[in-house]
């Protein structure tokens, strides 16, 4: 389970963020990986160097896998669940650009500098399903990407192959596909901010019992459809504040609205499925900002911050201290 949202500011920056949702206890850290670093995949014919740096998340495992991440163009990928739907080769069956679907992350911000050099992949790319270092299974995912135009895309591999989508609406949850979230929002086409102060029926006349009525059957679980739901319309509906400082925070007020916390949710493992952290990326100043379940003050680091030709490990985000910049 996981949610993610691109946002446009009144300052007309892109802030792209997401939840991390799982029933495994991960121990994430945050990278920044430079240009022209040698990364060799497990199904890539050639190993490649890193056409551009970029400031990620993942779990430590020996290998740097990406989970979210934006590189210096202004792009921003992230991984979400995708149980039922996700469907991958288990080994390269063509001459196209094989990449593992946990390696994906890591390839598209090495690679492209928007999201229209990702559509120009659809043709050519080719997602290999390997076990992750965490659950040790194929894990089913797709992907959101944004860049700083405020464009936004779905990427998804099923059984129908590999499609390569608009995101119009700039969210994405989990199952089922993004199309079918999509259609589904025609179902709370009457859903509003605004509360009607009288309403006539016949001639009876009620009046609201509280603020809030026109939001009356916005689904509050945290099912994927209702998520997906919830956070498009508060996204649609959401006042942006002035200065660059607020919006962060609005940022992540937005994201309470889908936040996980610990025992509601318990997955089949009989481990509780909470939200372990939130980010969000300025894809236009590459801060990338986030908090964690264990601590609700918004940390934050920029891309900027490596000026060498190394990795630079940044820290765990459990127990971050660097201090924020704004």
């Known amino acids: 389970m996981c ?11 892109v802030f792209f ?11 994430l850290e945050a990278y920044i990986i430079p240009r022209n670093y040698r990364y060799s995949g497990k199904y890539l014919k050639n190993a490649y160097y890193t056409k551009y740096s970029f400031i990620c998340t993942g779990q430590p495992t020996g290998r740097l896998l990406a989970a979210d991440g934006m590189n210096e163009k202004g792009l921003g990928v992230a991984a979400l669940y995708f149980p039922g739907y996700a469907y991958f080769q288990n080994k390269p069956t063509s001459n196209k650009l094989s990449v593992t679907s946990v390696e994906l992350v890591n390839y598209l911000l090495s690679n492209c500098q928007d999201v229209m050099e990702i559509m120009s992949l659809a043709s050519v790319l080719e997602i290999i399903g390997v076990p992750d270092p965490v659950t040790n299974q194929v894990t089913p995912l797709h992907w959101i990407a944004s860049d700083k135009s405020g464009r936004s895309i779905v990427i998804e591999s099923t059984k129908h192959g590999l499609t390569i989508l608009p995101n119009p609406v700039g969210v994405l949850a989990n199952s089922p596909d993004f199309n079918w979230h999509y259609t589904n929002l025609r179902n709370y086409m ?4 605004e509360s009607p102060d009288l309403k006539e029926w016949g001639d009876l006349t009620l009046t609201a019992l509280s603020k809030g009525t026109g939001s009356y059957g916005l689904p509050g679980d945290f099912t994927s ?10 996204k649609k509906f959401m006042e942006f504040p002035e200065t660059r400082e607020e919006t962060i925070l609005s940022c992540f007020h937005i994201m309470k609205l889908v936040t996980i916390p ?16 939130t980010n969000f990326m300025n894809l236009n100043t590459g ?24 990795v630079l490990f940044l820290g765990k985000i459990k127990s971050y201290t660097k201090p924020k910049h704004v």
């Open 3 to 13: 949610t993610a949202i691109s946002l446009v500011s009144k300052q007309n920056e």
């Open 17 to 27: 963020g997401r939840t991390m949702d799982f029933n495994y206890e991960l121990d």
């Open 190 to 193: 009457m859903l509003s901010p």
């Open 225 to 234: 459809p209702s998520r997906f739901v919830r956070i498009t319309f508060a």
């Open 262 to 277: 610990k025992g509601i949710v318990i997955a089949n493992n009989n481990n509780p499925e909470y939200t372990q952290y």
């Open 287 to 310: 801060n990338y900002y986030f908090t964690s379940y264990y601590n609700n003050e918004i940390k934050c680091a920029n891309i900027k911050d490596n000026q060498t030709n190394e």
